[in-house]
């Protein structure tokens, strides 16, 4: 059986289309405007949302995306909220969200609970940022016994060894980084994005999502035509949160449909 990440990349490459998975953070500014969030980002047309954990200690972001965790954590936001907003989300728009967060959360829910509780929420994966490669067949194996991916990240400075482990492991797609560093909006697509991505097509056929940096039509044709499946935009859409408040989901929903219709213009 394919799970819902597999469904929905296999229909991008059956239309020859690419796609675009949005990151957002839960309980920014609240769970109200997360859930119109959501549903604005799959009319968008959105191909999958991550959906981040606030976390009090977000290393491998930047700016952005640490005032949106400080403001959902301000609220009280936590796993189980997260989860709750999901399973909402996913009932009114059929989207796969893929769980975004760190370790120490999910170890503190309990792994077993987590996939437990994501799996009868109708989620479509996990993604953990901080996993060790080396713990990531026992965490997958739990994830599958609820039918739900494993995302792993791939970075510029992973040798094709460290490339071949992570992706045996996952599952759904590969998250591809563009660049070293946090996470932010940046002025153009790193030179390294096109390398990584040669690098991880020798060693699998997993669909490749490339992040980090992503803000623009322009950047996003470009992952595109380097080969990647679909490209992931976080901290341009935090920061339209920010801006925008209460009319942020229109926004959003404006954003994405601009990006995936900027890939007409390239063809």
């Avoid at 999958?48 to 954590?73: H, M, T």
């Avoid at 936001?77 to 997260?82: H, I, T």
């Avoid at 989860?83 to 792994?111: H, K, M, W």
């Avoid at 990647?228 to 859409?237: P, Q, R, T, Y």
Wanted: aromatic share 6%.
């Amino acid at each position: 059986m394919t799970t819902r990440l597999q469904n929905a990349f296999n229909e991008l490459r059956e239309t020859g289309c690419k796609g675009v998975v949005p990151f957002i953070t839960a309980g920014d500014p609240d769970l109200e405007t997360t859930y119109e969030l959501l549903v604005g980002l799959a009319r968008g047309g959105a191909t999958a949302i991550e959906l981040g954990v606030p976390f009090s200690d977000p290393a491998a972001d930047g700016p952005v995306i640490q005032r949106a965790c400080e403001r959902a954590l301000a609220h009280g936001v936590n796993l189980k909220d997260v989860i709750e907003v999901a399973d909402c989300a996913v009932q009114a728009t059929g989207v796969p969200i893929v769980l975004f967060s760190y370790l120490n959360p999910l170890l503190r829910y309990g792994l077993e609970k987590l996939a437990q509780d994501a799996g009868r929420a109708g989620l479509a994966g996990v993604l953990v940022t901080d996993l060790p490669a080396e713990a990531a067949q026992g965490f997958s194996r739990v994830l599958h016994r609820r039918d739900l991916d494993l995302v792993s990240l791939v970075a510029p400075t992973s040798t094709e060894q460290r490339i071949a482990q992570i992706a045996q492991n996952a599952t759904g797609f590969l998250y591809a980084i563009s660049v070293t560093g946090v996470t932010g909006t940046r002025h153009q697509l790193s030179a390294d994005a096109g390398a990584l991505l040669k690098r991880i097509r020798r060693v699998t056929d997993l669909p490749v999502a490339v992040g980090f940096g992503i803000s623009n039509t322009m950047q996003a044709r470009e992952a595109w035509a380097q080969g990647a499946d679909a490209v992931i935009v976080g901290s341009a859409l935090v920061r339209k949160i920010e801006e925008f408040g209460a009319q942020a989901p229109v926004e959003v929903e404006r954003f994405v449909r601009e990006l995936l219709a900027s890939q007409a213009v390239e063809a």
